[in-house]
């Protein structure tokens, strides 16, 4: 039976760091846990790790800037209580209507950028951004339109 280990959080967020620092923006959540994998694993050691562990620290401990791309699905968003994303709390989006009356119009995460409205929104790809980079592929983006 081969043995293998789960990286503790602080060492993790070393590789985290290390990666993006050099990558500055990674595309996917799969690539980013291959890149982060490889680091771990070239110390000779059989590291495991789920993109979902990898996501949560870099959102949650790192602060890292991420853009998520989504589909919409059928199943409605007023059950939802947690963030697909990072994992943290939703918060109701309500509106007023012009009689005054309050309206449920979606949630969105109290820590990350998702939000969804009266359908469920289902991330589908992550882009991960070093410190900065997140600002200059905006700037890019803006000022190509």
Do not use: H
Not at 97 to 111: A, I, N, P, R, S
């Amino acid at each position: 039976m081969m043995s293998y280990k789960i990286p503790d959080n602080k060492l993790l967020s070393f590789i985290i760091k290390k990666v993006i620092k050099e990558k500055k923006v990674i595309k996917s959540q799969k690539n980013f846990l291959n890149y982060v994998l490889e680091e771990l694993r070239s110390s000779g050691i059989d590291y495991r790790l789920d993109g979902k562990r990898l996501r949560k620290i870099a959102i949650n401990d790192l602060k890292l800037k991420v853009d998520i791309e989504y589909r919409e699905s059928n199943e409605e968003s007023k059950d939802l209580k947690i963030c697909p994303v990072c994992g943290n709390k939703l918060m109701d989006i309500k509106n007023l209507t012009l009689d005054g009356k309050t309206v449920f119009t979606g949630k969105k995460c109290t820590k990350c950028s998702y939000w969804t409205g009266l359908k469920k929104r289902i991330p589908k790809k992550y882009t991960f951004y070093g410190d900065g980079e997140y600002d200059k592929q905006k700037k890019r983006k803006y000022d190509s339109s």
